[in-house]
């Protein structure tokens, strides 16, 4: 057989059970992405003969004497196909994971396709842009910008690894081949609790191409945690690589190491493991009730009450919200609840480990790779120095990457044999054993005089950390951030953070805040309604303005300000564009029609300790090399710090040569998560770049004899006076003495800002089936100094469109025993272009931030509002409050009858 | 994903290739589903696809349809004029949750015999009264009515080793009248509820067809034209376990949907007579 991939002929065989996919990646074409490996997500698209296929779900020996296209056939960097021309110039990408897969579909459209792209596009899912990128792109509509020296900041710059994007050449993490690379697999607990009596590996040790079979007696007999934050100390120490208890239905038993995928399944499948089956319970009430089972001993204590299940419980007041309730002229309270929800990066989680030089080498998927490696050096008691973590780019990360959760195992089985050893999620381990969102309850009760005057402020909250403690914590904490938003001088939150026999839940893009703004919106919604104000009018009278304290869980000393009016200010542009759209006609008779609004505020970094390292080197090609450990994953740090280092360097991102997350060649850097990439490394970037600028500038004064104050930067001379040096020649000189224009900075997490935002939403509810048709979508933000505005409207662009996903159509269906019953994408629906609405971006400058030129993170508050703003908005079209999420036809419908007994047709 | 317990491809099976079956085989014809989930207990896939089967075949008889016709061939014919319910085949296409990149290599009888309550093949070929031709190990035929083929959620009558060889959709079904109401949780996505009715020209019969919300597809044949009260009777005295739960809809919506469609399409299809 012959396979003619890109005009060029292989003669390999694939495996009889082998997808094209697969073989087309181990013929080095890594371009073809792995996304859902099941046919759903449209990342693997290559054409055969032509035509688009999914080549995950196309057998490989199909493509035997027909012509392959893969998106490296398509164009190069340099020589593009005008749609990856398209996709570059849009951009039509943040992670890029879906990209090529994008590319491959868009490229073979024909006019009728490009007119209904919502049915086009519904083989491909992207979770970063919310498609009105994508659509941009196959359109041909650009929005990149150049930028003369100097000029970078404020300019959509593209992203520096654009062109290789788009060509498929742009590695990922699983994009590579080492020699003698085993593989491992993982035998999951089909019990929600259960002791593991025995472990029979005879049988899978038999399997040809099985090296080893781990159990727990084989793990350091260690306890961690795996949830990332550079203090250990603020989660607990819960957590073993394998344990002799399983608390979760998903968790690891057994790791099986082969030479291939294939030998380590079935040495999985040949794993005898005898349990004891233990009580289990699902819901954090029960968990806390009397004689519920106990899922953890006492062995750290930073767990509150082990018997209770309590990992964590805060109650916390000011002022007296007894008395706040009777000075209240109405008191309203209700109950919320935010259920599990799954990231769905298009990457999965994955690791691959090797020894070099003696040192273990760890290339992962990971938000952090320093606290990675911190993590790693902990577990297998290494010295750090023996040891490497890096990430190339990310394919999406969203808080599920702030998790040490395959890099364990994959050094384990290195370490154990000296060999390179790859472990790759599947979907369905994504679904099943990876980190969703901490499910919530909580209790809302508001007391407020009859013009709206907030008198007392009370929040109860019933945290479900599942079998594990990982970020249970700091969530519980962020929750604050909703109590906040509001000036009231009668607050109390109680909160509880309970472990479950479920999958642990984790860091999820707006990390502990989503729920409780779900929770408080909703509240203040129903209060407006309660007292005859409008919503929006009820806000503007309770919203902290500049000068009050922010307070959450305790009024004492705290790390963050604010000086301008900004969160009044987003109220208002909301106000005024759902008035610009208020004569929107209704889809027809069936419709019933409202609208609904939402605000959130947040800090710009973690209230956890946040530290970044940059160090920026003028080369003596005359490239500024900028080194910071920020991994991309789509969030837009890389391009923000290269527009930052340009910027202060007089020059054009084309001189700043970026090099990232990677332990050996950076330095530290706690991580990519609550929004920190911006706001804490970018300001190390400026000080680090502010830092080179000024030796340079010093050196020339003393070179030319100009005072300093007369010299600048201007892209590859310095300005003195009236002389114009070239950097060529100074950078010679110095050389020559031995001097190189080099510097170090740091940045720490403090102190720090606040952004706030507000969310809109006209729907359209069918008072039949139940359907929600959104009709208008604005989101108004605090955007404060915008370093790059094509991105910033990307992030909230795609925090909507996740936020409608979590809202909408996203449902973790659990049955009675804790297994998930829809882990994969056909059945657990992120959106999908035809889902999403287009979000009017509306921005706030404000001037009073701290984060590098005044700029503040915008990839995480966006999806706060948004749940709300939706709940709201149906309350308000059909009269009836939902409190739970998500709000899918079938949740709607029922209650619409309810209320309304509606007529499906004469004579019925 | 890589069926990484398949050890052998038979790609150029015999003619009959029922009387190569052995346990561990599965019939492989576009392969979408088959390789969109795990397959332990496979070991042998035998390529149907090398067969060449005709893939559509229009005559005064009716449609006859090569099972291994794939959804792209489907969605690209054009019925003869006078099939005024033809369109519904474009119809049945869209209403897949797959892309039109899926209908390259998905088959009409891939649809029918991985039995969904949501495969719209199934939808299709029951509103349109086909018949289903099938070949079993042992070299001989029978032929099935298509309304008896699914008999709940991933399960029909095929005997192991039986192979779905052609769908015969009658002429006077196609000459038929047909509307068409479709509820999905999501934009495009995957059927909650699919119902087709047909009527007769000239005459006063309905044919009602429910899929999707039901674990097998469920007719309801009037020979008069129903009032809205015996229509929802009908529906109503559907077995309540018949009703489908899954993450695409729970039965309460489901019968509630139908209950909402079916009244529409009777209207519709009643009106102006």
């Given at each position: 057989m012959t396979y003619l991939v890109n005009g060029r002929s292989f003669h390999e065989e694939p495996e009889p059970g082998q997808c094209l996919r697969t073989f087309l990646r181990a013929l080095g074409h890594h371009g073809v992405k792995k996304g859902c490996d099941a046919g759903d997500c449209g990342a693997c698209t290559v054409w055969l003969d032509g035509d688009p296929v999914h080549s995950c779900i196309t057998p490989a020996f199909r493509a035997d004497g027909r012509e392959v296209t893969t998106i490296e056939g398509l164009g190069s960097?340099?020589?593009?196909?005008?749609?990856?021309?398209?996709?570059?110039?849009?951009?039509?990408?943040?992670?890029?994971?879906?990209?090529?897969?994008?590319?491959?579909?868009?490229?073979?459209?024909?006019?009728?396709?490009?007119?209904?792209?919502?049915?086009?596009?519904?083989?491909?899912?992207?979770?970063?842009?919310?498609?009105?990128?994508?659509?941009?792109?196959?359109?041909?509509?650009?929005?990149?910008?150049?930028?003369?020296?100097?000029?970078?900041?404020?300019?959509?710059?593209?992203?520096?690894?654009?062109?290789?994007?788009?060509?498929?050449?742009?590695?990922?993490?699983?994009?590579?081949?080492?020699?003698?690379?085993?593989?491992?697999?993982?035998?999951?607990?089909?019990?929600?609790?259960?002791?593991?009596?025995?472990?029979?590996?005879?049988?899978?040790?038999?399997?040809?191409?099985?090296?080893?079979?781990?159990?727990?007696?084989?793990?350091?007999?260690?306890?961690?945690?795996?949830?990332?934050?550079?203090?250990?100390?603020?989660?607990?120490?819960?957590?073993?690589?394998?344990?002799?208890?399983?608390?979760?239905?998903?968790?690891?038993?057994?790791?099986?190491?082969?030479?291939?995928?294939?030998?380590?399944?079935?040495?999985?499948?040949?794993?005898?493991?005898?349990?004891?089956?233990?009580?289990?319970?699902?819901?954090?009430?029960?968990?806390?009730?009397?004689?519920?089972?106990?899922?953890?001993?006492?062995?750290?204590?930073?767990?509150?009450?082990?018997?209770?299940?309590?990992?964590?419980?805060?109650?916390?007041?000011?002022?007296?919200?007894?008395?706040?309730?009777?000075?209240?002229?109405?008191?309203?309270?209700?109950?919320?609840?935010?259920?599990?929800?799954?990231?769905?990066?298009?990457?999965?989680?994955?690791?691959?480990?090797?020894?070099?030089?003696?040192?273990?080498?760890?290339?992962?998927?990971?938000?952090?790779?320093?606290?990675?490696?911190?993590?790693?050096?902990?577990?297998?008691?290494?010295?750090?120095?023996?040891?490497?973590?890096?990430?190339?780019?990310?394919?999406g990360g969203f808080g599920g990457k702030q998790e040490v959760i395959s890099e364990d195992l994959a050094a384990l089985a290195t370490l154990d044999t000296g060999r390179p050893v790859c472990f790759e999620y599947t979907r369905e381990d994504e679904f099943t054993t990876a980190s969703p969102r901490h499910p919530m309850t909580l209790t809302v009760r508001l007391g407020a005089k009859a013009d709206g005057t907030l008198t007392a402020f009370q929040v109860r909250n019933v945290s479900n950390t599942g079998a594990y403690g990982n970020h249970g914590g700091e969530t519980l904490y962020a929750g604050g951030s909703a109590v906040m938003i509001y000036r009231c001088p009668n607050k109390r939150y109680d909160a509880f953070s309970v472990y479950t026999n479920t999958v642990p839940s984790g860091a999820l893009r707006g990390y502990g805040m989503t729920q409780p703004a779900f929770a408080v919106e909703s509240a203040m919604d129903e209060l407006a309604r309660a007292l005859h104000i409008d919503p929006l009018e009820l806000r503007r009278r309770n919203i902290v303005r500049p000068g009050d304290p922010l307070v959450a869980l305790h009024d004492g000393p705290d790390d963050v300000a604010f000086s301008e009016d900004s969160l009044a200010k987003c109220i208002d542009l909301v106000e005024g564009a759902l008035a610009r759209t208020a004569d929107q006609p209704s889809p027809g008779p069936e419709w019933l029609v409202g609208t609904g609004v939402a605000s959130s505020l947040h800090e710009t970094a973690p209230p956890t300790e946040h530290v970044s390292e940059a160090w920026v080197t003028l080369r003596d090609d005359l490239v500024y090399?900028?080194?910071?450990?920020?991994?991309?994953?789509?969030?837009?740090?890389?391009?923000?710090?290269?527009?930052?280092?340009?910027?202060?360097?007089?020059?054009?991102?084309?001189?700043?040569?970026?090099?990232?997350?990677?332990?050996?060649?950076?330095?530290?850097?706690?991580?990519?998560?609550?929004?920190?990439?911006?706001?804490?490394?970018?300001?190390?970037?400026?000080?680090?770049?502010?830092?080179?600028?000024?030796?340079?500038?010093?050196?020339?004064?003393?070179?030319?004899?100009?005072?300093?104050?007369?010299?600048?930067?201007?892209?590859?001379?310095?300005?003195?006076?009236?002389?114009?040096?070239?950097?060529?020649?100074?950078?010679?000189?110095?050389?020559?003495?031995?001097?190189?224009?080099?510097?170090?900075?740091?940045?720490?997490?403090?102190?720090?800002?606040?952004?706030?935002?507000?969310?809109?939403?006209?729907?359209?509810?069918?008072?039949?089936?139940?359907?929600?048709?959104?009709?208008?979508?604005?989101?108004?933000?605090?955007?404060?100094?915008?370093?790059?505005?094509?991105?910033?409207?990307?992030?909230?662009?795609?925090?909507?469109?996740?936020?409608?996903?979590?809202?909408?159509?996203?449902?973790?269906?659990?049955?009675?025993?804790?297994?998930?019953?829809?882990?994969?994408?056909?059945?657990?629906?992120?959106?999908?272009?035809?889902?999403?609405?287009?979000?009017?971006?509306?921005?706030?400058?404000?001037?009073?931030?701290?984060?590098?030129?005044?700029?503040?993170?915008?990839?995480?508050?966006?999806?706060?509002?948004?749940?709300?703003?939706?709940?709201?908005?149906?309350?308000?079209?059909?009269?009836?409050?939902?409190?739970?999420?998500?709000?899918?036809?079938?949740?709607?419908?029922?209650?619409?009858?309810?209320?309304?007994?509606?007529?499906?047709?004469?004579?019925? | 994903m890589d069926l990484n317990t398949i050890t052998e491809i038979v790609r150029r099976p015999s003619g009959r290739p029922g009387t190569e079956w052995r346990e561990g085989d599965a019939w492989l014809a576009g392969g979408t589903w088959l390789f969109s989930a795990e397959q332990p207990d496979l070991r042998r896939l035998v390529d149907l696809t090398a067969l060449h089967w005709d893939p559509l075949v229009a005559s005064d008889a009716g449609l006859e349809i090569g099972a291994t016709c794939t959804i792209r061939d489907l969605y690209a014919f054009t019925p003869p004029g006078d099939w005024i319910a033809g369109p519904l085949l474009a119809r049945g296409c869209e209403a897949l949750l797959s892309s039109f990149k899926v209908w390259n290599a998905a088959t009409v009888g891939g649809n029918i015999c991985l039995s969904l309550p949501a495969g719209p093949m199934i939808t299709l070929t029951v509103a349109l009264e086909a018949r289903y031709d099938l070949w079993a190990p042992d070299g001989s035929t029978r032929v099935v009515d298509a309304l008896e083929f699914v008999t709940g959620d991933h399960r029909n009558v095929l005997a192991p080793g039986e192979i779905l060889r052609r769908v015969v959709i009658p002429a006077r079904a196609l000459r038929k009248r047909a509307a068409h109401r479709r509820f999905t949780l999501t934009r495009l996505g995957r059927s909650t509820v699919f119902l087709i009715g047909t009527r007769t020209p000239g005459t006063d019969d309905l044919l009602l067809t429910v899929t999707a919300g039901t674990t097998r597809p469920v007719r309801m044949a009037f020979d008069g034209p129903p009032d809205a009260r015996t229509l929802r009777q009908s529906i109503d005295a559907v077995p309540a376990d018949v009703w489908f739960a899954d993450p695409n809809g729970t039965p309460g919506h489901r019968r509630h949907l139908t209950r909402h469609f079916a009244e529409e399409i009777r209207r519709e299809l009643t009106a102006g007579t």
């Open positions: 960097p340099g020589d593009l196909h005008p749609m990856q021309r398209r996709f570059r110039d849009a951009p039509g990408f943040q992670c890029g994971f879906c990209t090529a897969g994008m590319i491959m579909t868009s490229a073979t459209f024909t006019d009728a396709q490009k007119a209904d792209l919502p049915r086009a596009l519904k083989g491909n899912l992207c979770r970063c842009t919310g498609y009105r990128a994508i659509e941009d792109a196959v359109n041909g509509v650009a929005g990149v910008e150049s930028a003369a020296p100097g000029k970078a900041v404020g300019r959509s710059v593209g992203a520096p690894a654009a062109e290789d994007v788009v060509t498929g050449r742009a590695e990922f993490t699983m994009d590579t081949r080492l020699d003698g690379m085993l593989h491992l697999k993982v035998l999951h607990s089909p019990h929600a609790h259960a002791r593991i009596v025995s472990i029979d590996k005879s049988a899978a040790l038999a399997v040809p191409g099985v090296r080893r079979v781990y159990t727990w007696q084989d793990v350091p007999r260690r306890r961690f945690t795996t949830a990332i934050h550079t203090d250990h100390l603020v989660d607990p120490d819960d957590t073993r690589i394998l344990d002799d208890t399983v608390r979760f239905v998903g968790q690891r038993v057994v790791p099986v190491l082969a030479d291939t995928v294939g030998a380590a399944e079935e040495g999985c499948r040949r794993t005898v493991v005898e349990y004891e089956v233990l009580p289990a319970v699902f819901e954090p009430l029960e968990a806390m009730a009397e004689g519920a089972p106990q899922l953890h001993g006492s062995d750290d204590p930073f767990v509150r009450d082990p018997v209770h299940n309590i990992l964590l419980e805060l109650h916390t007041h000011i002022g007296d919200v007894d008395a706040g309730f009777a000075e209240a002229d109405v008191i309203h309270e209700g109950t919320y609840f935010s259920p599990r929800v799954q990231h769905a990066h298009l990457e999965t989680h994955g690791s691959i480990a090797w020894m070099e030089n003696g040192r273990l080498n760890v290339r992962t998927s990971s938000q952090s790779p320093s606290i990675a490696k911190v993590k790693l050096a902990y577990l297998f008691a290494l010295r750090p120095d023996r040891l490497r973590v890096f990430c190339k780019r990310v394919g090399e900028l080194a910071v450990g920020t991994v991309e994953f789509g969030e837009g740090t890389s391009t923000a710090h290269v527009q930052i280092a340009a910027g202060q360097l007089g020059t054009t991102p084309a001189r700043i040569h970026l090099v990232q997350s990677d332990t050996d060649r950076t330095g530290f850097d706690t991580g990519a998560f609550a929004s920190a990439g911006l706001f804490v490394s970018g300001n190390a970037v400026l000080r680090a770049a502010d830092a080179v600028r000024d030796r340079i500038l010093e050196y020339a004064a003393t070179y030319t004899g100009v005072h300093l104050v007369l010299c600048s930067m201007d892209d590859e001379e310095v300005v003195c006076g009236d002389r114009r040096v070239p950097l060529a020649e100074l950078v010679a000189s110095a050389r020559a003495r031995g001097i190189r224009f080099t510097a170090a900075r740091k940045a720490y997490g403090t102190p720090r800002s606040v952004t706030s935002n507000t969310q809109g939403f006209r729907i359209a509810v069918h008072r039949v089936t139940g359907e929600i048709r959104v009709l208008h979508s604005v989101q108004a933000a605090d955007a404060a100094v915008v370093i790059n505005p094509a991105q910033v409207r990307g992030q909230v662009e795609g925090g909507v469109a996740q936020g409608i996903g979590f809202a909408l159509t996203e449902n973790h269906h659990v049955d009675d025993d804790g297994v998930m019953v829809n882990p994969n994408f056909r059945n657990y629906r992120i959106p999908t272009f035809a889902d999403v609405p287009r979000t009017e971006v509306l921005l706030v400058a404000s001037t009073d931030s701290v984060g590098p030129l005044r700029s503040k993170g915008m990839a995480e508050c966006c999806i706060n509002p948004v749940a709300p703003a939706l709940a709201n908005a149906l309350h308000d079209a059909t009269g009836v409050r939902f409190r739970s999420l998500p709000l899918t036809p079938e949740r709607i419908y029922s209650r619409l009858i309810e209320k309304q007994s509606v007529p499906t047709g004469p004579g019925s | -």
